[in-house]
Nanobody, 117 residues
Framework: QVQLVESGGGLVQPGGSLRLSCAAS????????MGWYRQVSGKDREMVAF???????TYGDFVKGRFTISRNNAKKTVYLQMNSLEPEDTAVYYC???????????WGEGTLVTVSS
């Protein structure tokens, strides 16, 4: 069983930066995708960024070059560097691991990011 533990959330002023981390434990298939979703209360969860084991990336349209996703396969950890944060980025950010050959998804418990002055 895979477990995901997020860290790095918190309060930041508009225009500031945060770096989220998500560490996976347990057995992972070589083919996997790790990434981030976010959710505001009362709204659907939306994809922020995803990265394959080979390093291919996908970003949500709203990112607009402000966020960068990366990963360390040896540490089974994915990172999300968020710059130029806006109040609209306030949300709970969830880490997700996708194992396509098993058609399985695993989620972290989420970390709150609040952008406010």
């Amino acid at each position: 069983q895979v477990q995901l533990v997020e860290s790095g959330g918190g309060l930041v002023q508009p225009g500031g930066s945060l770096r989220l981390s998500c560490a996976a434990s347990g057995r992972m298939a070589a083919t996997n995708f790790m990434g981030w979703y976010r959710q505001v209360s009362g709204k659907d969860r939306e994809m922020v960024a995803f990265i394959s084991a080979g390093g291919g990336t996908t970003y949500g349209d709203f990112v607009k070059g402000r966020f960068t996703i990366s990963r360390n396969n040896a540490k089974k950890t994915v990172y999300l560097q968020m710059n130029s944060l806006e109040p609209e980025d306030t949300a709970v950010y969830y880490c997700k691991l996708r194992l396509p050959q098993y058609d399985k998804d695993f989620w972290g418990e989420g970390t709150l990011v609040t952008v406010s002055s």
